[in-house]
């Protein structure tokens, strides 16, 4: 470490995006005084390296958070609520990637490619959004900006890491008992269900968290009321499907939108992706170029590819938007909400 910098705490250091956390703070080269990994009791003791050093994981408790200036959070709902004000409370700035602060009136829900200024107004915890929220957001922003946006119609086909590491593990031991021919019981997916468990292995589930009222599961009540939220746009028309694909990482989304302009083309709508920040146009049909899940592992960008008019309505499109769900998803909207912080001159040096 150096003696310039934060102290930042990451909460849930050994989970899928934690461990994610620790790698994109290393890459950005953070500005880090002091790092404190901490977690529940059950991953308390083990040490992870961090820049080629041994760090010993703590149980997290409200006195932890002394002295930290910048907690980023990814240890579940129930860690978060119950921790996150007690950091708040002695002075930390919280990043919480967690689905509890999100709607909280208080809480600034963040994509810094869409409403950065929304973190001048942080009472102590700023939300992370939902992974499948935040890339569609990274590529429709930028055709909100240059033509407005009058409704969003989106289908996700998710990757299984957001569910967790446990997930993946699930993924691949299905996949092999199913080509070695032995039987297996699916224990995992779909998330939030308490009722049953569905093979992901060679399947799509429809199913991502736990069902409401209303016939939409809460990953596609998440999608609909983040967007609303993060683009200060109460009243647009947003739906969601929620799909789980068999594929370990990097999540994919067909999108329908209609702009509040007509008379568009395809090449308008790419013009604006091109020079998109955070947007990685992968647009040629004639060359089978467009965005895939596994080239989009590792990569902080979100991809957008297919782009086309619709055929019947003027002012609708259509377009493909692949991202690294534990990145631009998670991890790296985390930091990168950190880096605008102090950028911002919002969390500033003791
Ligand atoms: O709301 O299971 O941040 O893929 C994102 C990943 C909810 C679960 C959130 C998954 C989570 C979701």
Known sequence: MSNKGFHVAVVGATGAV??????TLEERNFPIKTLTLLSSARSAGKTVSFRGEEVTIQEAKPESFEGIDI?????????????????????????????????????PLVVPEVNKE????????????????IQML?????????????????????AVSGAGAKAVEELYNQTKAILNNEPFEPKILPVGSDKKHYQIAFNAIPQIDKFQDNGFTYEEMKMINETKKIMHMADLP???????????????ESLYFETEKGGLTAAD???????????????NPSEQVYPMPAD???KNDTFVGRVRKDLDTDTGFHM?????????????????IAETLIEMEIVTEK
Request: aromatic share 4%; glycine share 8%.
């Open 18 to 23: 934690g461990q994610q956390m620790l790698k």
């Open 71 to 107: 907690a980023l959070f990814s240890a579940g709902g129930s860690v978060s609520e119950a921790l996150a004000p007690e950091a708040a409370k002695r002075g930390a700035v919280v990043i919480d990637n967690t689905s509890a602060f999100r709607m909280h009136p208080d809480v």
């Open 118 to 133: 929304d973190l001048r107004n942080h009472n102590g915890i700023i939300a992370n959004p939902n992974c499948s929220t």
């Open 138 to 158: 990274v590529a429709l922003e930028p055709i909100r900006q240059a033509y407005g946006l009058k409704k969003v119609i989106v289908s996700t086909y998710q």
């Open 238 to 252: 947003v739906a969601a499907t929620c799909v789980r694909l068999p594929v370990a990482t990097g999540h994919s």
């Open 269 to 283: 709508i790419q013009a604006v992706l091109k020079e998109a920040p955070g947007v990685v146009l992968q647009d």
């Open 296 to 298: 989009c592992v590792g």
């Open 320 to 336: 493909w938007v692949v991202s690294d769900n534990l990145l631009k998803g998670a991890a790296w909207n985390s930091v990168q």
